[in-house]
């Protein structure tokens, strides 16, 4: 079992959605956060003075997935996210150790579906 947490542009989301559940993931939390890469932000000319602004609004996506469904969850955030510019955002998979279906009581690959 992963979880797969994916930061992406706030206008990608439906485009990243529907690339998901054309593979049959549908187990997605959203939610808005802030938060910079390396380009720091957005740079502002105020009144002839360069400015950052130091964190942009993003939004981040969990995603429980068994093992099967990982690399075909990558790539759909990939196509849904991308557009080749700074700021795509970033995804990160990692080990999860439980799973539990509060409804049922279930564990493990069974809870996530």
């Known amino acids: ?5 994916a930061i992406i542009q706030p206008h990608r ?3 990243v959605l529907a690339e998901l559940y ?3 993931v549908n187990l997605v939390t959203v939610t808005e956060c802030m938060g910079h890469g390396r380009q720091k932000g957005i740079t502002e000319v ?3 003075v360069k400015e950052m ?3 942009l609004r993003k939004l981040r996506l969990d ?3 068994n093992e099967d469904y990982v690399e075909k969850t990558i790539s759909a955030v990939l196509r849904g996210a991308k557009s ?4 795509d955002g970033k995804i990160f998979v ?3 150790a439980e799973c539990v279906r509060i409804r049922t009581g279930e564990r493990g690959t069974v809870a996530i579906g």
């Open 1 to 5: 079992m992963k979880m797969i947490v």
């Open 13 to 15: 989301l439906e485009d």
């Open 22 to 24: 054309k593979e049959e």
């Open 46 to 48: 105020y009144r002839g």
């Open 53 to 55: 602004g130091s964190l």
């Open 63 to 65: 995603i429980a997935v």
């Open 84 to 87: 080749g510019e700074v700021g």
């Open 94 to 96: 990692l080990d999860m």
